[in-house]
């Protein structure tokens, strides 16, 4: 499966975006599909994740601020971020959950103070 993320920019604290997750190569329907973010020296962070029957899990950071959801007709998976903070700074990437495909190329967020 190869995933295509897009919708980052730069966004001043407090305000909106869309980030998009575009699959290809599988229907990505069945499966756990996880957000991550991750900044320079440091780990990939899961930040939510959502079933395929549409069950969603978010980390503490992020709980009441970010909304995970899937569009199966289209493939995608979309993190609909609100209230951002300055910490929420990352590139942020899509991907299955368990298993080992390739990491796409993330799309960058930047919120400014």
């Known amino acids: 499966v190869k995933f295509v993320e897009s919708g980052g920019g730069v966004v001043q604290s407090g305000g909106s975006l869309r980030l998009s997750c575009a699959a290809s190569g599988e229907n990505v329907s069945a499966y756990i599909i996880g957000w991550y973010r991750r900044t320079p020296g440091k780990q990939y962070e899961l930040v939510a994740r959502?079933?395929?029957?549409?069950?969603?899990n978010y980390d503490d950071s992020v709980k009441g601020r970010f909304t995970i959801s899937r569009d199966n007709g289209k493939n995608t998976v979309y993190l609909r971020m609100d209230n951002v903070k300055p910490e929420d700074t990352a590139v942020y990437y899509c991907?299955?959950?368990?298993?080992?495909?390739?990491w796409g190329q993330g799309t960058q967020v930047t919120v400014s103070s």
């Open positions: 959502i079933s395929s029957d549409g069950g969603t």
């Open positions: 991907h299955r959950y368990y298993y080992t495909d390739p």
